[in-house]
C-alpha cells in the first residue's frame, strides 16, 4: 500500500479531497467524532450529511458541544430546520448561540 501525502491529495484534489481524506480518516476509527465529522461535511457543503453527525454529537455531547454551535462551518446549516430543532432540544434559539 503507497503512502500518499497530504500535498499529493491536495496537488490532486483541492480542499475538497483534503475534505474528504479526513472524514474517510475519522470513518475508519473505532469511535469517530461525531462533531469532527459535522465540520468536515458542512464545509464539503453535505448538509444532510452534517446535519446526521451533528444529531449524533448530540446523543452523546462532548464538553464543548454548546461552543461548537457557533463554529463558523456550521452557517451552511444553521436555517435549516432539523438545526434550528436541535437548538430547541438544547433550549435555545437562534440568538442565543454563545460567542
Known amino acids: 500500500m503507497k503512502f500518499i501525502s497530504?500535498?499529493?491529495i491536495y496537488d490532486k484534489s483541492g480542499m475538497t479531497g483534503i475534505l474528504s481524506w479526513f472524514i474517510e480518516t475519522e470513518l475508519k476509527k473505532s469511535n469517530p467524532s461525531?462533531?469532527?465529522l459535522t465540520y468536515n461535511f458542512a464545509?464539503?457543503?453535505k448538509k444532510e450529511e452534517a446535519l446526521?453527525?451533528?444529531?449524533?454529537?448530540?446523543?452523546?455531547?462532548?464538553a464543548n458541544f454548546l461552543e461548537s454551535m457557533n463554529?463558523?462551518?456550521?452557517?451552511?446549516i444553521r436555517s435549516e430546520p432539523r438545526f434550528q430543532e436541535l437548538?430547541?432540544?438544547m433550549g435555545l434559539s437562534e440568538y442565543q448561540i454563545p460567542e
Open 34 to 36: 461525531a462533531l469532527s
Open 71 to 76: 463554529n463558523p462551518n456550521l452557517e451552511i
Open 87 to 89: 437548538m430547541k432540544k
Open 43 to 45: 464545509r464539503l457543503g
Open 52 to 62: 446526521n453527525w451533528l444529531e449524533e454529537a448530540f446523543k452523546n455531547p462532548p
Open 6 to 8: 497530504a500535498k499529493e
